[in-house]
């Protein structure tokens, strides 16, 4: 007999759609895991009032014992002053709570999986929180050395060589040796999701993958080298492809993931295939993590016309992932 995952999910800031998508994904549950969702109990009541919805929660006592849905409500928002699509300190600090108690589960083996509704940078800003978003945050309080961040939608997967930095910087950091370290530990990773024998396809930089130094030599001084490399080492690595084709074929099911070596080269290509259904994975921690690939959105909150299924995606692929995901040992901190 097969145990069903226990899935924790955060209900994200409580005046953005976080707590509208996590209501109206419970409603729409029918994924082979048991839900706990984390947040606050009134905030949640309302989101299903706004959207005419009916949940039987039980209240959390651990270790969780049925298929739920749970609820840990930590009662942590004062309705004297909340409203939705409206930034506060208060919620940003309500936010950071959810995820704390989110990743205290995990590490204590309470729950195998965690999904995060969307938080507010400016927010956690204002609650005086040390971090820039929910990366840094998982990365820090499970205590791993780094973090990686994979985009699925669909059968295509991709990973991020760099992400949060201008242009100009993410270009300078494409050197060779740093690829050969990075695709290394996509290989890892991708056989900790269960691929074996991975075959990666890396995107080019430039227009028409350089065109042989014509248009740029980053792919014949860096990244065919850091190819070649590794292929000589008898992993199934390709490219450079020009980064206007790759992700068409990856999707495809031509390769099972692609090196992105700029935040909005990924991007752009998976939210074009599928923007509500493409999920981020953060991989490197104790725990599989995955969250819909989203912001807050303020401007519609508390409206009941936010779409969930980002946020059901990353909840179905949580639980996919939950039972056969382990840290490599190499990448646990000291």
């Known amino acids: 007999m097969v145990l069903k995952p226990v899935v924790a999910l955060t209900m994200g800031d409580p005046a953005g759609i976080g707590p509208e998508i996590v209501v109206k994904t419970i409603a729409s549950w029918d994924i082979e895991a048991v839900p706990l969702v984390i947040g606050d109990g009134g905030v949640l009541q309302e989101a299903q009032k706004r959207n005419t919805l009916r949940i039987a929660w039980r209240e959390a006592h651990f270790p969780l014992r049925g298929d739920g849905p749970f609820l840990l409500d930590l009662k942590n928002v004062?309705?004297?002053?909340?409203s939705f699509g409206k930034i506060s300190a208060e919620t940003g600090r309500a936010s950071y709570e959810y995820i704390q108690r989110a990743i205290t589960l995990a590490l204590e083996g309470q729950v195998q999986g965690v999904?995060?509704?969307?938080?507010?940078?400016?927010?956690?800003?204002?609650?005086?929180?040390?971090?820039?978003?929910?990366?840094e945050i998982f990365q820090s309080l499970s205590g791993v050395r780094e973090a990686f961040t994979m985009f699925q939608v669909g059968e295509l997967r991709v990973f991020f060589f760099t992400r949060h930095l201008a242009l100009r910087e993410a270009i300078a950091r494409i050197k060779k040796d740093a690829l050969v370290a990075f695709l290394r530990k996509m290989m890892v990773f991708l056989g900790v999701l269960r691929i074996s024998e991975p075959r990666i396809a890396v995107a080019a930089?430039?227009?028409?993958?350089?065109?042989?130094?014509?248009?740029?030599?980053?792919?014949?001084?860096?990244?065919?080298p850091a190819v070649l490399e590794l292929q000589k080492e008898g992993y199934r690595v390709s490219g450079p492809y020009p980064a206007d084709s790759v992700f068409f074929f990856a999707s495809q099911g031509k390769f099972d993931a692609v090196l992105s070596l700029y935040h909005d080269q990924g991007h752009i290509a998976t939210k074009c295939l599928d923007f509500y259904r493409t999920v981020s994975v953060?991989?490197?921690?104790?725990?599989?993590?995955?969250?819909?690939?989203?912001?807050?959105?303020?401007?519609i909150a508390g409206q009941g016309v936010a779409r969930h299924e980002s946020m059901y995606e990353a909840s179905r692929?949580?639980?996919f992932y939950a039972l056969s995901y382990t840290l490599p040992l190499q990448d646990q901190a000291p």
């Open 205 to 224: 930089l430039n227009p028409h993958a350089g065109e042989g130094g014509l248009l740029g030599r980053e792919e014949e001084e860096e990244i065919s």
């Open 115 to 135: 999904v995060t509704a969307p938080i507010s940078k400016e927010a956690l800003h204002r609650a005086g929180i040390p971090f820039i978003g929910h990366t």
């Open 78 to 82: 004062d309705f004297s002053s909340f």
């Open 282 to 299: 953060t991989l490197g921690l104790p725990f599989i993590r995955t969250s819909p690939d989203h912001g807050t959105a303020f401007d």
């Open 317 to 319: 692929l949580a639980a």
